[in-house]
């Protein structure tokens, strides 16, 4: 039978550990290896040893598993088989220009539901987790998102298309709305951890286009385990392969944001998963 608290358990472990190798190649950055994926999106020998260490430990603990991890190791979940969708490293610009805000996720599907998720800020220490039904923590401390207050007092983040990116010209339109009527916009470079700092009440609302399944599918049960919204820009349900997601404290804010992202509706088209 297989036992969901024990595999969260054993994912915190793993995520500490990819953690410790991460840091020590944030000591050296000098020494890696980096390659161009495609324009504006990097990869490091950094991201590919996080990978290794953690598609080994991950299967050593579930043999049978299936896995999905943004480097290229992939196999399928079948039957009641649990998945592990995992980014090795989020946030690898913030980590090659010695910025200290990235982290590991790690989330475990089963039947098609994610059902367990962790996020690991490696070099801040926090480590946010949420099994379903079960409420999301920041360590011990449970979360709740902030409670929706008036637009212009609230502190919204994204993620910013760049250079070989798509789907400028209404990205630019939706945040010229959005920004004249909150408090402040911010883009810290990590989605796993921008879902995360919604679930803690830090930010209000976050959203962002050209995303995957590792970005999201461990902080999108975190937010909603907190108490909050996720669905993707035009209000419609999320999903894991869809690029797009809205993420927010909840109504009346989320509807009104996702108004003002109309630009957006309908360019995000789905994805790799
Ligand atoms: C990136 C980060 C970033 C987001 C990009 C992602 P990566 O992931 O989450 O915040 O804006 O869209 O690709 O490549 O650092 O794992
Ligand atoms: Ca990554």
């Known amino acids: 039978m297989f036992d969901r608290s024990q595999a969260l358990t054993t994912m915190i472990r793993i995520a500490r550990r990819a953690g410790a190798g991460l840091m020590d190649d944030f000591g050296a950055r000098e020494r890696l290896d980096v390659r161009e994926k495609s324009p504006s999106d990097y990869v490091s020998s950094a991201d590919l040893r996080s990978e290794t260490l953690l598609r080994q430990e991950l299967s050593r603990a579930y043999p049978d598993s ?35 805000h990235f982290a590991v996720s790690i989330a475990l599907e089963l039947e098609g539901s994610v059902i367990a998720g962790v996020v690991f800020d490696v070099a801040k220490n926090e480590l946010f987790h949420a099994e379903v039904g079960h409420g ?21 983040a994204t993620g910013v298309p760049h250079h070989g990116g798509s789907h400028h010209a209404p990205y630019l339109q939706a945040l010229g709305a959005v920004m004249q009527e909150v408090a402040g916009i911010r883009r810290w470079g990590s989605a796993a951890l921008d879902l995360c700092y919604v679930a803690a009440g830090r930010y209000d609302a976050f959203f962002e286009l050209g995303l995957a399944a590792w970005d999201v599918a461990a902080g999108n049960l975190i937010v909603r385990e907190a108490g909050g919204r996720v669905t993707r820009t035009d209000g419609s349900e999320a999903a894991l392969d869809a690029r797009d997601v809205f993420a927010s404290c909840g109504e009346p804010l989320h509807g009104r944001v996702s108004e003002l992202l109309a630009p957006l509706h309908g360019v995000a088209a789905g994805a790799h998963r």
């Open 136 to 156: 999301a923590y920041l360590g011990e401390q449970r979360l709740s998102v902030s409670k929706p207050g008036a637009l212009a007092e609230s502190l919204i």
């Open 66 to 100: 299936g896995l999905l991890f943004e480097e290229g190791t992939a196999s399928a979940a079948s039957g009641a088989r649990p998945r592990f969708i995992v980014d090795p490293l989020d946030g690898t610009t913030n980590f090659l220009h010695g910025i200290a």
